[in-house]
């Protein structure tokens, strides 16, 4: 098995366990909406909220690597956009679920031993926890999905039907983003790129990297003066 093989089995794999646990999160763990008595709601539902968050912190893991293992095979096609996709989809977005996971855990902690400010700290850290993962968390997402979905297309690694359904399921996904800072629930438009992932994750473990385009980006090396056939016969010792 090459090493290209066993990088699209783990972006597969590493696609299906982040949307596994980012789901599962989402059934276990409360709601953190801001309002009266938010501390109360998680003391009520510490387990669920702490599983809840290590969930999410596997999501955040999982997808945060797809970057690092795609970029040794996607820079022979574009450095630009494989360190674009590394930047944008592993450390901004990595940084945001962790920065996430922290505030998610900082509520557990206070919930435990309120004190009288702390329900009018926890609406705030409540309110950043939505705006940095309902809205600003899906900005770093979009752009780096752009980039994949791009370089994918041009090289055909997969097919380009999968990278065009990538590309304009983004496009969706960045409307529920800009809905939800205006207020509204529209959530069920990034259903097109979370499907599409899916598939995406089943055709890289089942099929792989398309094997002709990967030989066009593959590195030329060039021969070595031990391959270039016999030397060519001096003359000059001849003509002297």
Known sequence: MTKERKAAILIGVLYIVGTVAGVASA???????????LLGRVAAHRTETIVGGL???TMGFSLSALPAVFYPIGRRFSEALSMGYVIFRGAIEGMMYFLGVTIWLVLVAMSANPS?????????????????WDQLGVLPFIIGALMFYSLLFRTRLVPRWLSVWGLVGALPYAG???????????????????????????????KGFNPEALAQGA????????DSGPAAPRLGGALT
Do not use: C, K, T, Y
């Open 55 to 57: 969930l999410v912190l």
């Open 116 to 132: 009288a400010e702390a329900p009018s700290i926890a609406d705030v850290l409540a309110r950043a926890l939505g705006v940095l």
């Open 219 to 226: 590195p030329r090396v060039e021969p070595s003066s031990a």
């Open 27 to 37: 059934l276990i763990a409360p709601p953190f909406a801001a309002g009266p008595d």
């Open 176 to 206: 529920a983003a800009f809905a939800a800072m205006a207020g509204l629930n529209l959530g069920w438009l990034m259903a097109p790129l979370a499907v599409q992932e899916m598939v995406l994750a089943v055709w890289l473990i089942a």
